[in-house]
């Protein structure tokens, strides 16, 4: 099995700001989800960690297994903001807002990544650790997290674009003789 878990919060979440490839630690309450989802998935025993580069997912990779060192790989960073990165969600541009809106249908800003791009690197990487043996998590982001499960199910269609993923939700999916299952929320 696969199970891809969302960082736990950090200050920025708190204060709704867009936080993207931003450098964050997790804050206390960041770090008690992370200890709550390591007992959520305590009888668990992972194979293979990886985590996005970023403080906040590799920290809570190491909560969630901490006998396993994460393997770091730039794939599973957040999505790139580009010149909206740091702004409070009250004050984003007009584009911006219509992106969030209608992900599906709204081309992403000039100077943010598109999602296309989200998902071909998460597929990537998804392809990489495609039949590794044992159970496998993966710490990343919200949208990076909602580009691996459009990966693994290509007939949503765009739905996991809209779907709010707090910190710590963990998603799962089969990884047996080479297929994917379609990806289905613990928690």
């Given at each position: 099995?696969i199970?891809?878990?969302?960082?736990?919060?950090?200050?920025?979440?708190?204060?709704?700001?867009?936080?993207?490839?931003?450098?964050y630690?997790?804050?206390k309450?960041?770090?008690?989800e992370?200890?709550?989802?390591?007992?959520?998935?305590?009888?668990?025993?992972?194979?293979?960690?990886?985590?996005?580069?970023l403080?906040?997912?590799?920290?809570?990779?190491?909560?969630?297994?901490?006998?396993?060192?994460?393997?770091?790989?730039?794939?599973?960073?957040?999505?790139?903001?580009?010149?909206?990165?740091?702004?409070?969600?009250?004050?984003?541009?007009?584009?911006?807002?219509?992106f969030?809106?209608?992900?599906?249908?709204?081309?992403?800003?000039?100077?943010?990544?598109?999602?296309?791009?989200?998902?071909?690197?998460?597929?990537?990487?998804?392809?990489?650790?495609?039949?590794?043996?044992?159970?496998?998590?993966?710490?990343?982001?919200?949208?990076?997290?909602?580009?691996?499960?459009?990966?693994?199910?290509?007939?949503?269609?765009?739905?996991?674009?809209?779907?709010?993923?707090?910190?710590?939700?963990?998603?799962?999916?089969?990884?047996?003789?080479?297929?994917f299952?379609?990806?289905?929320?613990?928690?």
């Amino acid at each position: 099995m696969i199970y891809i878990i969302r960082h736990g919060k950090t200050d920025l979440n708190r204060a709704r700001v867009l936080q993207g490839r931003s450098n964050y630690p997790l804050n206390k309450e960041g770090v008690r989800e992370a200890q709550q989802a390591a007992e959520a998935l305590q009888g668990i025993r992972f194979s293979h960690v990886f985590s996005s580069p970023l403080t906040r997912a590799v920290q809570t990779a190491q909560i969630v297994a901490p006998y396993l060192a994460p393997v770091i790989d730039e794939r599973l960073i957040e999505m790139e903001y580009g010149p909206w990165e740091g702004l409070g969600l009250d004050r984003l541009a007009p584009e911006v807002l219509s992106f969030f809106r209608d992900f599906v249908h709204t081309p992403a800003p000039t100077g943010m990544e598109q999602l296309s791009s989200v998902v071909a690197r998460g597929g990537a990487f998804l392809e990489e650790i495609r039949g590794l043996p044992g159970d496998i998590l993966i710490s990343t982001h919200a949208v990076a997290m909602k580009g691996l499960l459009e990966y693994l199910t290509p007939e949503s269609r765009g739905s996991y674009w809209p779907k709010p993923i707090g910190n710590c939700a963990v998603y799962a999916a089969k990884n047996e003789n080479g297929t994917f299952g379609v990806p289905f929320e613990l928690t």
